[in-house]
């Protein structure tokens, strides 16, 4: 069993719209939780990070985590093509992180 | 600015040949990291390094080989072992392993064999 488990899209919004993307992790001892933008052909660059239950917010951005169900989403409001990226999810265990294969989303004008 | 460097942005390795490529940080991050990335797979870590002169092999260590000299500098050495080097290779770094602030990434190496 994956440590992160993702959704590998494609995903399709148009402008404007709401994306969900959702990550699912399969130990509950994780602690804490990270969002990772990468463009093709670029390194990953982090968005958010959030190790408590609940929502948490930075512009456009939506963290949400629930330990319970053991699944961490992202919420991108006001969807931009800019936004059009693979999001990768990644988890801290211990002193490792585990990254999933990423989420391909498509932003279309 | 402080950030992580990795050279060459493109590299091009002959069958049989070794080749190494570079990572350097001036975050003072005490923890650097490489990762491999193939499309689909998602990022696969070949070798950590928490401390100057100790470093840990990852998942997919085989044909592969660092050292940690000094605090600012992961070189990864691609062995001539490794019988599918083609990847796009990360270096990353952090304050210590595991810490909450997440990971710094260099801009890549994109590896092709020729």
């Known amino acids: 069993q994956k440590e992160v488990e993702q959704n590998s899209g494609p995903l399709s919004v148009p402008e404007g719209a709401i994306a969900s993307l959702n990550c699912t992790y399969s130990?509950?001892?994780?602690?804490?939780f990270f969002w990772y933008r990468q463009y093709s052909g670029k390194s990953p660059e982090l968005i958010m990070f959030?190790?408590?239950?609940g929502d948490k917010e930075d512009g456009r951005f939506t963290a949400q985590l629930n330990k319970a169900s053991q699944y961490v989403s992202l919420l991108i409001r006001d969807s931009q093509p800019s936004d059009s990226a693979t999001y990768l999810c990644?988890?801290?265990?211990?002193?490792?992180?585990?990254f999933g294969t990423g989420t391909s989303l498509t932003v279309i004008p | 600015d402080g950030g992580i460097t990795q050279s060459p942005k493109y590299l091009f390795r002959k069958e049989g040949q070794n080749v190494t490529l570079s990572c350097e940080q001036n975050?003072?991050?005490?923890?650097m990291y490489w990762y491999r990335q193939d499309p689909g797979q998602g990022l696969r870590l070949i070798y950590y390094?928490?401390?100057?002169?100790?470093?840990q092999k990852g998942d997919i260590a085989e044909g592969y080989s660092v050292s940690r000299e000094k605090k600012e500098s992961f070189p990864l050495t691609v062995t001539s072992a490794q019988k599918n080097p083609t990847a796009f290779y990360l270096c990353?770094?952090?304050?210590?392993?595991?810490?909450?602030?997440?990971?710094?990434f260099g801009s890549g190496t994109r590896l092709t064999v020729v």
């Open positions: 990353a770094s952090s304050p210590w392993q595991g810490a909450k602030d997440g990971y710094t």
């Open positions: 130990d509950r001892g994780s602690q804490s």
């Open positions: 959030i190790y408590s239950n």
């Open positions: 990644a988890v801290v265990k211990g002193n490792q992180f585990y």
């Open positions: 975050l003072n991050h005490d923890a």
């Open positions: 390094s928490q401390i100057v002169n100790d470093f």
